[in-house]
């Protein structure tokens, strides 16, 4: 199988989402599964794993629903507040029997303390999604929230964690610096993995290429381990950057002095095992 592990939808009409204003451009507007299927088609991706794009119930409903009518949707990475605990396993309990729903994430960088998923409120939260074998999505934006990966792997360690984006390394001014020493430090607990996704929009929006992603995404490979690595196209957020073809062929490009089994765990294998999604019989 081959799997893009990161993608949105959202509609504007039927799920409020208040950080999406104008100054987004191209994608502040209702953009749904009819625009991506010909897109993973022709890119000869099998199935997708839909991230919420809101804290909000409403959102987590509506991918659950997108999800049920595509055959090409693999999982779903929705939301519970985190934050109280009672409620979060409350509502876990009832997402949990749903075969798409494979885990949760919370737009923590959209929160303005930058130690909120460290709180005792949220570890209580994550040790709940822990105990339901649910996986948690990091949207962590360097440097506020990778520093904190290795405690929380510490302190939860049957919970399995992904850092979305890499937590967005400085690729555009071509550094490495406290973030690769803090992604490296991340990269020594077992239950922590890794998105190669959302790089373009790390990189000069203009010029990229893969050239720009591939020292990153080789150096996540040293310390990782493929088996530990999973494409996502983070589409339509990458259109702010190029776009879906752009974002496939480039990322391709990066990785085709992999191995084999290398490029197949990247591009499927690994999703696959950290969301439990299967294949079609």
């Known amino acids: 199988m081959i799997i893009d592990a990161h993608q949105h939808f959202w509609n504007l009409e039927k799920v409020a989402y208040p950080w999406l204003d104008p100054s987004y451009g191209s994608i502040c507007r209702s953009i749904e599964a009819d625009e991506l299927e010909p897109l993973i088609r022709k890119a000869g991706i099998n199935k997708t794993v839909i991230v919420q794009a ?5 959102d987590t409903e509506y991918m659950l629903k997108v999800a049920a009518e595509r ?7 929705g939301w519970v507040p985190l934050n109280i605990p009672k409620v979060a396993d ?3 309990q009832a997402y949990a029997a749903n075969p798409y729903f494979k885990g949760v994430r919370h737009l923590i960088h959209e929160e303005k303390d930058p130690d909120w998923v460290i709180r005792d409120s949220v570890m209580e939260g994550l040790q709940i999604l822990s105990s339901f074998g649910l996986t948690f999505d990091i949207v962590g ?22 850092i979305d984006h890499f937590a967005k390394p400085p690729i555009k001014e071509k550094q490495m610096g406290a973030w690769a020493d803090q992604f490296a430090a991340a990269a020594q607990y077992p239950n922590v993995y890794a998105k190669v996704s959302g790089l373009n929009t790390a990189a000069d ?10 020292p990153y995404i080789d150096y996540a490979l ?17 259109n702010l950057a ?18 084999e089994d290398e490029r197949a765990a990247i591009l499927g294998g690994t999703a696959a095992k950290f969301y439990g999604i299967q294949a079609e019989s």
Do not use: C
């Open 141 to 162: 934006v360097f440097p506020n929230h990778l520093k904190h990966i290795p405690y929380l792997a510490e302190q939860i360690p049957d919970l399995r964690m992904v």
């Open 205 to 214: 929006w203009h010029t990229w290429n893969s050239e720009d992603l591939r």
């Open 90 to 92: 409350k509502k876990l």
């Open 242 to 259: 190029g776009d879906f073809e752009k974002v496939w062929e480039q990322t391709n490009q990066a990785i085709a002095d992999y191995s």
């Open 54 to 58: 809101m804290n909000s119930y409403e």
């Open 71 to 77: 055959e090409w949707v693999g999982a779903v990475v």
């Open 222 to 238: 040293t310390h990782f381990g493929a088996d530990r690595l999973m494409f996502g196209s983070d589409w339509p957020v990458a």
